[in-house]
């Protein structure tokens, strides 16, 4: 039994330098991922102007003159996050409703993916600050019983050290989480309304034959 728990004990206290260097990892790249917020925030702040501009000019049309304001759309650009590569990368492809429906499918994927990386820091950056504060408890009880108080402060440091770096972490993940969240959502609902207004006229004439209008349930999830 003592030989299981020294086994215990040295594993445990082998993962504190990983753990930490872990930690160290996640707060440089949460201190990153803030500057790419602040960075998108003031694109899309520029980007309100352009959208709204796309609009007005949108809603003062009807019927195929509508198709030319979306050609301004794909054409001039001046859009970020989502919204700014569904208008780059269908600039080439807006005939085709086929490839279209699908660069709207590939952005819901790359929207998810972006969000799973917030989520990630949400969830790992506290456990490792909840591993970097069990850790070094074994080696301060150990100096508590032998009476080396500095011992067990140097490790209590670390202990605390730990947890508020992880928390840190997972605090801003959440909130860079919950602000993106929001943001995608909108660039896919402006998205979705883009593609329908594109195949309208389309859509119309199918539905004229007895054929149903494809619809993206995916973007109302």
Same mark, same amino acid.
């Given at each position: *039994?003592?030989?299981?728990?020294?086994?215990?004990?040295?594993? =445990?206290?082998?993962?504190?330098?990983?753990?930490? /260097?872990a930690?160290?990892?996640?707060?440089?790249?949460?201190?990153?991922?803030?500057?790419g917020f /602040?960075?998108? *925030?003031?694109?899309?702040?520029?980007?309100?102007?352009?959208w709204? =501009?796309?609009?007005?000019?949108?809603?003062? #049309?009807?019927?195929?003159?509508?198709?030319?304001?979306?050609?301004?759309?794909?054409?001039?650009?001046?859009? +970020?996050?989502?919204?700014?590569?569904? =208008?780059?990368?269908?600039r080439?492809i807006q005939? +085709?409703?086929?490839?279209?429906?699908?660069?709207? =499918?590939d952005?819901?994927?790359?929207?998810?993916? %972006?969000?799973?990386? *917030?989520?990630?820091?949400?969830?790992?950056g506290?456990?490792?600050?909840?591993m970097?504060?069990?850790?070094?408890l074994?080696?301060?009880?150990i100096?508590?019983s032998t009476?080396?108080? !500095?011992? *067990?402060? %140097?490790?209590?440091?670390?202990?605390?050290?730990t947890? /508020?770096?992880?928390?840190?972490?997972?605090?801003?993940?959440?909130?860079l989480w919950?602000?993106r %969240?929001?943001?995608?959502?909108?660039d896919?609902?402006?998205?979705?309304?883009?593609? #329908?207004?594109?195949?309208?006229?389309?859509?119309? !004439?199918?539905?004229?034959s007895?054929n +149903?209008?494809?619809?993206?349930?995916a973007? %109302?999830?």
């Amino acid at each position: *039994m003592n030989a299981l728990v020294e086994i215990l004990f040295f594993i =445990s206290t082998a993962l504190l330098v990983p753990v930490i /260097v872990a930690l160290l990892g996640f707060v440089a790249w949460v201190l990153l991922e803030v500057g790419g917020f /602040v960075r998108e *925030m003031r694109e899309r702040r520029k980007q309100n102007a352009a959208w709204k =501009s796309f609009l007005a000019g949108l809603h003062q #049309q009807a019927g195929p003159p509508a198709e030319a304001a979306i050609a301004t759309f794909f054409r001039n650009g001046g859009y +970020s996050g989502l919204l700014g590569s569904f =208008s780059a990368a269908g600039r080439e492809i807006q005939e +085709s409703e086929l490839h279209l429906g699908k660069l709207v =499918s590939d952005l819901e994927i790359e929207a998810a993916s %972006r969000l799973t990386r *917030m989520s990630l820091g949400v969830r790992v950056g506290p456990m490792l600050g909840l591993m970097g504060t069990l850790i070094p408890l074994g080696p301060a009880l150990i100096g508590l019983s032998t009476g080396n108080i !500095q011992d *067990m402060a %140097r490790h209590l440091v670390v202990a605390f050290s730990t947890t /508020v770096l992880g928390l840190f972490v997972g605090g801003l993940c959440y909130g860079l989480w919950l602000a993106r %969240r929001q943001w995608y959502a909108r660039d896919l609902a402006d998205i979705e309304y883009v593609y #329908q207004c594109l195949h309208a006229t389309e859509g119309e !004439q199918t539905n004229a034959s007895g054929n +149903s209008q494809p619809q993206h349930e995916a973007l %109302r999830a």
